[in-house]
């Protein structure tokens, strides 16, 4: 583990599952069996499975780590392998945006689902957003070998794209307090988001 692990692990890493864990338990369904695309290293999966013992959840990511918290298993990144209605709910944190084509990962996620989609991602608004979601990206994913093609949409552009699939918006929360004072005056703004999308429902948002 070098010093850049070491460091985001203790200031950003921990807090970050804690917090997104926390946002993410109380849209998820009773009794619901859930998957978790791009789980990464488990961790996020496991916080949850602590909190909501009553969830099954299944994890996949295009790449598997050694020593991941809970069990992982290996997808092409474009196609499920799962039957339609798979699961009650999915989640999807942080993975569009390392995606070549963001709609149809998210078209695969809306067709394995039954009721819901927990999906957090970036928005591309305000001043330097950019250069600031490409830093966050490359500090926290370059040195596992994620792909950074920094494919990032603002909020209009992931709007068009739940409609175009057909997803309604029940909730998108961008103050989600995943970084500590002071970081989170820098990486925090409206840079991060929280959606709650549900096939066909009412849209709230």
């Avoid at 010093?3 to 998820?28: K, M, N, S, Y």
């Avoid at 994913?141 to 949409?153: D, I, S």
């Amino acid at each position: 583990m070098d010093w850049l692990d070491v460091l985001h692990g203790r200031t950003i890493h921990a807090r970050r599952v804690r917090v997104l864990a926390e946002r993410v338990v109380p849209w998820l369904p009773l009794q619901a069996r859930v998957l978790d695309v791009g789980a990464g290293d488990g961790s996020l999966a496991a916080r949850i499975a602590a909190l909501r013992p009553d969830l099954r959840l299944h994890c996949v990511d295009v790449q598997v780590r050694p020593g991941t918290a809970l069990p992982v298993e290996r997808f092409d990144g474009a196609k499920l392998p799962f039957h339609d209605g798979a699961f009650d709910a999915v989640l999807i944190v942080d993975v569009l945006h390392h995606t070549l084509d963001p709609l149809a990962l998210l078209r695969e996620v809306r067709r394995v689902t039954r009721s819901r989609i927990v999906l957090k991602d970036h928005a591309l608004e305000g001043a330097f957003a950019g250069v600031t979601l490409r830093l966050m990206d490359w500090i926290g994913n370059a040195r596992h070998g994620v792909p950074l093609p920094f494919n990032y949409w603002p909020r209009a552009v992931w709007a068009e794209a739940f409609e175009k699939l057909g997803l309604a918006m029940r909730e998108w929360n961008d103050h989600l307090a995943i970084y500590p004072w002071p970081a989170g005056l820098v990486f925090e703004r409206s840079l991060q988001f929280l959606a709650v999308l549900e096939p066909g429902a009412r849209s709230d948002a």
